[in-house]
């Protein structure tokens, strides 16, 4: 166990430590920046949070004793009136839910073909470009869809992204300097997308009740058994959130 007291590691770079249980106490984090991290179960007390951006899943967070949670879900549904279809609960709203997800996308995909193509290809804030999080969807599709209730224990394309904290695994792609166009990126989409279109249309709501038969071989996820409804919530949270961080960013790309 390591004692850092009285230690200056201004500027330093922490990548895959495991600091839990560390105790810091009286310590600088001004302009630090915290990606991909584990807070579960974190307590700060006599601080000072001053231009913080927090962008996470939130759940049970209490400030000065109030839990945030139910004001911040509150305000994001009266921000984008269509978040609320995102949490569907029989077979038609995820029909509906499916519905919006394309059509949200088409938008997108009209303001990304008003930039330079290379301007696709560029990281914003060290964030996945444009195309790999198309491809990370595509990943993601492949593997919830294709894989998990569909059976196929290969379904991944050579193009599609895992997530950056994913293992390597035997057989799935991971080719992050891969610069694909737009146009083939979008062809990829379209068929994926397609695909669980068609699923969709003749989901039941017996079928979403219904747990998915283990698939054999390594990937993701793991050969075990999910509920259909949560591999479908996941592909839904995926496109969501992930049009939301595109979007994001194709304001600074288009500022820039």
């Known amino acids: 166990m390591a004692d850092l007291t009285d230690t200056d590691l201004a500027g330093s770079r922490f990548s895959h430590?495991?600091?839990?249980g560390a105790d810091l106490y009286?310590?600088?984090l001004s302009g630090a920046r915290l990606r991909e991290v584990d807070l579960t179960g974190v307590v700060i007390s006599g601080a000072v949070l001053d231009g913080v951006d927090i962008d996470a899943h939130i759940n049970n967070v209490v400030v000065n004793g109030v839990d945030v949670v139910p004001y911040v879900e509150a305000e994001l549904d009266r921000r984008y009136?269509?978040?609320?279809?995102?949490r569907p609960t029989d077979a038609a709203g995820f029909r509906e839910a499916w519905d919006v997800v394309e059509r949200l996308w088409d938008g997108t995909m009209q303001r990304a073909r008003g930039l330079p193509?290379?301007?696709?290809?560029?990281?914003?804030?060290?964030?996945w470009s444009f195309t790999?999080?198309?491809?990370?969807l595509v990943f993601a599709t492949d593997s919830w869809v294709r894989r998990a209730i569909l059976g196929d224990p290969a379904p991944w394309h050579p193009l599609g992204l895992p997530y950056d904290q994913m293992p390597d695994v035997e057989g799935v792609p991971r080719d992050r300097a891969a610069r694909p166009s737009?146009?083939?990126v979008a062809e990829l989409r379209r068929d994926r997308m397609a695909g669980v279109r068609?699923?969709?249309?003749?989901l039941t709501d017996e079928r979403l009740a219904e747990d998915t038969e283990p698939v054999e071989g390594p990937g993701w996820p793991q050969p075990v058994s999910f509920p259909v409804r949560?591999?479908?919530l996941t592909v839904l949270g995926e496109e969501w959130q992930h049009r939301l961080y595109a979007e994001r960013d194709l304001d600074a790309l288009a500022a820039s």
């Open 132 to 136: 790999q999080t198309l491809r990370h």
């Open 17 to 20: 430590v495991d600091l839990a």
């Open 26 to 28: 009286d310590v600088d």
């Open 198 to 202: 068609a699923f969709l249309d003749t």
């Open 117 to 127: 193509p290379e301007a696709l290809h560029e990281s914003v804030a060290g964030e």
């Open 182 to 184: 737009l146009d083939e």
């Open 81 to 86: 009136p269509d978040r609320p279809k995102m």
């Open 230 to 232: 949560k591999c479908l």
